[in-house]
């Protein structure tokens, strides 16, 4: 090693900060300006009655994830909670969810009085391991909630075929996965249901916040749907509202940028694809470090990537690892702490009031542990560092993190 670290008061490899994510052009002025302009001289401020765009922006979502049936929502936690919804769960029903991923994902089985059970995770990819699914199921099981993290499909067949034996509907949670295949198809058109997250820093954005829920089957569909507005009675002969929702309704003007941001997303992934492609290719030789495992035959959509550490081979801890590379420059972290399990708002059952209900409720009645659920899901998070890429990196960019990975494992290999 010839070079000094940069940690060391070397030079570091990249000096100019990486590309910015631009994720909003003239198209999108464009359609908002247009949609000002019409509000401006015929009236109507953007609720999504009385205009198009939020009606266009769900049939052009369903054609395009390759499903039926769209309901638009105000956030990605809206989408899980009205996905849920259209479920029309009983209280005290388990649901089991991915350990690793957003709190927006389990808050939702929690509003609808359902009890989270956290399937661990398979170690190397950090989604939900079918065999822990399967152990984790019991009686009271009435949904399965399959998240597909950091854009790589779950193992959907083994998920479905366990849903199916077990008459379980699956909700895919694609708030990270916007155009991942699994085996030819878009994620969003597997499961009974799937909900994505449209928040600013996704693959698209409805605006800033948005969400869909996703489904082939024309019920659930109308279940949705009145559930995203307050149980309207959608699709029924009757004239008051059906049951208990919410108002997660999306604006006309968030639905006129997401129709843009759709338009774009295909050549989004493919760019993000092409730079892990290209990274893949400069990170051959490295001994230590190496990019997440992908399963077979699926297509990351890339939200960011997993970097393997083999902590074994190296003389330094992984933290020491991660210092460095941010010292070289580089957009990286040294772990996904997203483990929710871990969260003091599930530890402490911090619910409604002092209630810690549902897990205390009298229609649950069953004691349940999180503390040793999930070993797996921990060592994928003690061995992988997570980094930042998105469609605006190019061979360059490339370049310069396969090189500071190189220098910094030549500094520290055993
Ligand atoms: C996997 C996953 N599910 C659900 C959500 C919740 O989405 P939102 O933040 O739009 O409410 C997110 C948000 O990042 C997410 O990553």
């Known amino acids: 090693m010839s070079e000094r670290l940069a940690i060391d008061g070397g030079t570091p490899v990249r000096q100019d900060p990486f590309p910015a994510r631009l994720q909003i052009d003239e198209r999108e002025i464009e359609a908002v300006l247009a949609l000002l302009r019409q509000a401006a001289e015929g009236g109507g401020a953007f609720d999504r009655y009385g205009g198009t765009e939020v009606d266009a ?71 939900m391991d079918p065999k822990s699914i399967e152990e984790r199921l019991s009686e009271r099981t009435r949904a399965i909630i399959a998240c597909h993290l950091t854009g790589q499909p779950a193992d959907m067949d083994a998920i479905l075929a366990l849903a199916a034996k077990h008459d379980l509907p699956v909700i895919e949670d694609c708030a990270q996965a916007h155009e991942a295949e699994y085996k030819g198809r878009k994620v969003g058109s597997l499961g009974r249901l799937a909900a994505f997250s449209l928040m600013s820093g996704k693959h698209s954005t409805a605006g800033g916040q948005g969400g869909m829920v996703l489904t082939g089957d024309e019920e659930t569909y109308w279940n949705a749907k009145r559930f995203a507005d307050r149980g309207k009675p959608f699709g029924s002969t009757e004239t008051t509202n059906l049951f208990l929702g919410m108002n997660y309704r999306m604006t006309e003007l968030e639905a006129a940028i997401g129709r843009v941001q759709l338009r774009k997303l295909p050549d989004i992934v493919e760019r993000r694809r092409k730079a892990v492609d290209c990274l893949r290719e400069h990170m051959r030789g490295l001994q230590a470090i190496g990019l997440g495992k992908v399963i077979e035959g699926v297509k990351p959509a890339y939200w960011f990537v997993f970097l393997r550490v083999y902590p074994e081979r190296l003389r330094v801890a992984k933290e020491q690892v991660a210092k460095a590379l941010q010292a070289e420059g580089m957009p990286v972290g040294a772990e996904n702490s997203a483990l929710v399990p871990d969260q003091l708002w599930i530890r402490e059952r911090q619910t409604y009031g002092s209630s810690r209900c549902p897990w205390v409720c009298p229609y649950y009645g069953k004691a349940i542990s999180y503390e040793e659920a999930v070993p797996n899901a921990r060592q994928a998070i003690a061995n992988h560092m997570v980094l930042s890429v998105h469609e605006n990196y190019g061979d360059r960019e490339c370049a310069d993190i396969a090189a500071a990975l190189s220098k910094v494992e030549s500094a520290y290999l055993m």
């Open 57 to 127: 922006y769900e049939q052009e979502f369903a054609a395009h994830f390759g499903t039926r049936f769209a309901t638009s929502t105000s956030s990605g936690t809206a989408a899980i909670h009205t996905a849920l919804g259209a479920l029309r769960l009983e209280i005290g029903s388990e649901v089991i969810s991915a350990p690793i991923t957003d709190p927006g994902a389990v808050a939702p089985i929690l509003w609808n009085n359902c009890v989270p059970v956290f399937a661990d995770a398979d170690p190397e990819t950090f989604n």
